[in-house]
C-alpha cells in the first residue's frame, strides 16, 4: 500500500510538473527526438570530405540526447528536458552547415528544435534557446512530432 501511494505520488507530481503535454507525450517526444538523431548522423557522416572533428562533436551530442531522452523516459524532469534542449542547441547549427538549404535533413534538424522546445515548455520552465536562432524555420509540436516520426530515408 504504501509503495502504490509512493508511486502514486511520484506521478502526480510529474503530471503536475508536465504543463502542456502528458508524462507519456513528453516521454514520446525526447524519443522522437532521440530516434531521429542516428539515421541523420550516418547520412551526415557518409558525405564525402565532411569534417571529421564536426561529426564527432555531432555523436557526442547524439549519445548526450540518448541517455536524456531515456532519463526522462523513466523520471520526468525539467532539467532533463533543458539538457535535451541546450543539445539540440548546439547540435542543429553544426548539422545545418554539413547540408544545402533545400537537403531532406533540414526539417528533420528543425522539427528537432522545436519539439525539443516544447519538452522544456511542458515543465512550465522557460526555453533557454530560442527556436528561430537556431533554426530557420520553427515548427509546431504536432508538425515536428510528424516529420522526425517520418524521418529521412
Given at each position: 500500500?504504501?509503495?502504490?501511494?509512493?508511486?502514486?505520488?511520484?506521478?502526480?507530481?510529474?503530471?503536475?510538473?508536465?504543463?502542456?503535454?502528458?508524462?507519456?507525450?513528453?516521454?514520446?517526444?525526447?524519443?522522437?527526438?532521440?530516434?531521429?538523431?542516428?539515421?541523420?548522423?550516418?547520412?551526415?557522416?557518409?558525405?564525402?570530405?565532411?569534417?571529421?572533428?564536426?561529426?564527432?562533436?555531432?555523436?557526442a551530442d547524439n549519445a548526450?540526447?540518448?541517455?536524456?531522452?531515456?532519463?526522462?523516459?523513466?523520471?520526468?524532469?525539467?532539467?532533463?528536458?533543458?539538457?535535451?534542449?541546450?543539445?539540440?542547441?548546439?547540435?542543429?547549427?553544426?548539422?545545418?552547415?554539413?547540408?544545402?538549404?533545400?537537403?531532406?535533413?533540414?526539417?528533420?534538424?528543425?522539427?528537432?528544435?522545436?519539439?525539443?522546445?516544447?519538452?522544456?515548455?511542458?515543465?512550465?520552465?522557460?526555453?533557454?534557446?530560442?527556436?528561430?536562432?537556431?533554426a530557420p524555420t520553427v515548427?509546431?509540436?504536432?508538425?515536428?512530432?510528424?516529420?522526425?516520426?517520418?524521418?529521412?530515408?
Amino acid at each position: 500500500m504504501t509503495i502504490r501511494i509512493a508511486a502514486l505520488a511520484v506521478t502526480i507530481a510529474a503530471l503536475a510538473g508536465c504543463a502542456g503535454s502528458s508524462v507519456s507525450q513528453v516521454a514520446t517526444d525526447a524519443s522522437l527526438i532521440a530516434a531521429a538523431l542516428p539515421p541523420l548522423l550516418a547520412s551526415l557522416s557518409a558525405i564525402p570530405g565532411v569534417n571529421q572533428t564536426t561529426i564527432a562533436t555531432l555523436q557526442a551530442d547524439n549519445a548526450t540526447v540518448q541517455a536524456d531522452a531515456a532519463l526522462l523516459a523513466k523520471t520526468p524532469s525539467a532539467t532533463t528536458a533543458a539538457g535535451i534542449e541546450s543539445t539540440i542547441a548546439e547540435f542543429a547549427p553544426l548539422a545545418l552547415t554539413l547540408v544545402p538549404g533545400a537537403s531532406p535533413y533540414v526539417p528533420v534538424i528543425e522539427a528537432a528544435v522545436s519539439l525539443a522546445q516544447v519538452l522544456v515548455t511542458d515543465f512550465s520552465a522557460p526555453s533557454t534557446t530560442a527556436a528561430s536562432a537556431v533554426a530557420p524555420t520553427v515548427y509546431t509540436a504536432s508538425q515536428a512530432r510528424a516529420i522526425l516520426a517520418a524521418g529521412v530515408h
